[in-house]
Nanobody, 113 residues
């Protein structure tokens, strides 16, 4: 099982980035993105089920959109109106059997003020 994330980078305040995560080896019931800011715990950003039900953390609602291509086994995170507080390492997550978590390598997002 592998999760391969890409799309991070440096962007100015108010800018946009799109993260992608391709999974291989298993179809996940839920896929999502978590982030970890310096000195803070990893937190959920957004997640999506195979049926396209979504959950977002309050701070990104209206700015971020998670989507999923089940045929390609890929999840995307479109991030608009980025703020410095969005800075961190973003991790792709896949959950199988609703309880077993797999993690991709992180991709760094830096938003300059």
């Amino acid at each position: 099982v592998q999760l391969q994330a890409s799309g991070g980078g440096l962007v100015q305040n108010g800018g946009s980035l799109r993260l992608s995560c391709s999974a291989s080896g298993v179809i996940f019931d839920v896929m999502g993105w978590y982030r970890q800011a310096p000195g803070k715990q990893r937190e959920l950003v957004a997640r999506i089920t195979t049926g396209s039900s979504t959950v977002y953390t309050d701070s990104v609602k209206g700015r971020f959109t998670i989507s999923r291509d089940n045929a390609q086994n890929t999840v995307y995170l479109q991030m608009n109106s980025l703020k410095p507080d969005d800075t961190g390492v973003y991790y792709c997550n896949g959950r199988k059997d609703w309880s077993i978590d797999y993690w991709g390598q992180g991709t760094r997002v830096t938003v300059s003020s």
